[in-house]
């Protein structure tokens, strides 16, 4: 059986977020899209105008555009943290959340695998935004450990 469900607009159903991680844990047969677009704030004329942005008439809102992108920098896209930063306009808390759903994360590891493997899943995780930080995006394993191989990490 292959089922997909979309949940588009999910900031709009709060218990719908709240229910993403058990259809991962009790229902991983299910594929699950999550799809929102909260990011406008309040600023739907403006967002009308980003598919003609560069044209003369737009570039008066080019300092506008760069402070939002700015703001999506820090907030990112989870709809949570979306739904958060858009009522309280509070970056402390955005990153306390943030950091609170890494750990959440962390947290999950042990529930999935061997426990055997999870030291291997830490140094996999950890090592991410170093890897995402060069200019080469390509993950390599050899820089997690000295002489790391993916059949190390990956059985």
Not at 62 to 78: D, H, P, R, T, W
Not at 101 to 110: C, K, L, M, S, T
Not at 142 to 149: D, M
Request: aromatic share 10%; hydrophobic share 35%.
């Amino acid at each position: 059986m292959n089922i997909l469900l979309i949940f588009d607009e999910i900031q709009s159903a709060p218990k719908v977020v709240e229910s993403l991680k058990y259809f991962c844990e009790d229902a991983g047969e299910l594929a699950v899209i999550a799809a929102g677009s909260l990011l406008a704030m309040g600023e739907e004329k403006l967002a009308g105008y980003c598919k003609d942005y560069g044209k003369p008439e737009t570039s008066e809102f080019s300092e506008k555009f760069i402070g939002l992108l700015k703001e999506y920098y820090c907030v990112g896209g989870m709809p949570e943290v979306v739904d958060r930063y858009v009522k309280n306009r509070d970056l402390n808390e955005v990153r306390e959340l943030q950091n609170s759903i890494v750990h959440q994360y962390e947290g999950d590891f042990g529930k999935h695998i061997n426990p055997n493997e999870l030291p291997q899943i830490r140094m996999v995780w950890n090592n991410i935004p170093m890897q995402l930080a060069k200019e080469n995006k390509k993950f390599f394993f050899g820089q997690i450990k000295q002489g790391g191989k993916s059949e190390i990490f990956c059985g």
